[in-house]
T-cell receptor
Framework: EAGVTQFPSHSVIEKGQTVTLRCDPI?????LYWYRRVMGKEIKFLLH????????ESGMPNNRFLAERTGGTYSTLKVQPAELEDSGVYFC????????????????FGPGTRLTVT | SQKIEQNSEALNIQEGKTATLTCNYT??????LQWYRQDPGRGPVFLLL?????KEKRKERLKVTFDTTLKQSLFHITASQPADSATYLC???????????FGKGTTLSVSS
């Protein structure tokens, strides 16, 4: 079974530019999450999709961040325009529908996208 | 605000010893507490989940305890091996089991 994949693995952009991160969850996983780790800080939740619907976007820092999950499969996270404080590692995670697994809250993480804004 | 503290940023032990990592939390009543392992350049990998009504859970050389009165979880790795060297993350989740709240992690180094 393929794991969660993220693209690109690294991205270096200048302040003011736009970047789009992509996440492909494990096939069949209805839940998709975005997290971010800023240097020296803990991993922080950004938002949660159930299929194509945004279930919880309370962690999104501001309106420069836009997440989509069209068709309930892969997801994109766009940052526009990027600021220096957006630098960090962006993780995507997926999990099965809550009531179909023995450990319903186990999340499978991708390797992350390291974003550097200069 | 909700806060999770993992007792130390780094823990160094010798091979064969038991590693004990601590996770304390405040201003939160989690339904679930999870432990993840993270290796450099990789995403977190799930290890164990313990529910609020469970005191202890084991999986091979791993043991987790959960004390909701003390608001603390202990994570033990027995007979530690150099391959256990990694960063271990404590994470809490709410009743709906959605967003995970992470601690900063403890980096464990096991020397042979």
């Amino acid at each position: 079974e393929a794991g969660v994949t993220q693209f690109p693995s690294h991205s270096v952009i200048e302040k003011g530019q736009t970047v789009t991160l992509r996440c492909d969850p494990i096939s069949g996983h209805d839940n998709l999450y975005w997290y971010r780790r800023v240097m020296g800080k803990e991993i922080k939740f950004l938002l949660h999709f159930v299929k194509e619907s945004k279930q919880d976007e309370s962690g999104m820092p501001n309106n420069r961040f836009l997440a989509e999950r069209t068709g309930g499969t892969y997801s994109t996270l766009k940052v526009q325009p990027a600021e220096l404080e957006d630098s960090g590692v962006y993780f995507c995670a997926s999990s099965q529908y809550l009531y179909r697994t023995a450990d319903p809250y186990e999340q499978y993480f991708g390797p992350g996208t390291r974003l550097t804004v200069t | 605000s909700q806060k999770i503290e993992q007792n130390s940023e780094a823990l160094n032990i010798q091979e064969g010893k038991t590693a004990t990592l601590t996770c304390n939390y405040t201003n939160y009543s989690p339904a679930y507490l999870q432990w993840y392992r993270q290796d450099p350049g990789r995403g977190p990998v799930f290890l164990l989940l313990i529910r609020e009504n469970e005191k202890e859970k084991r999986k091979e050389r791993l043991k987790v305890t959960f004390d909701t009165t003390l608001k603390q979880s202990l994570f033990h790795i027995t007979a530690s091996q150099p391959a256990d060297s990694a960063t271990y993350l404590c994470a809490l989740s709410n009743q709906a089991g959605t967003a995970l709240i992470f601690g900063k992690g403890t980096t464990l180094s096991v020397s042979s």
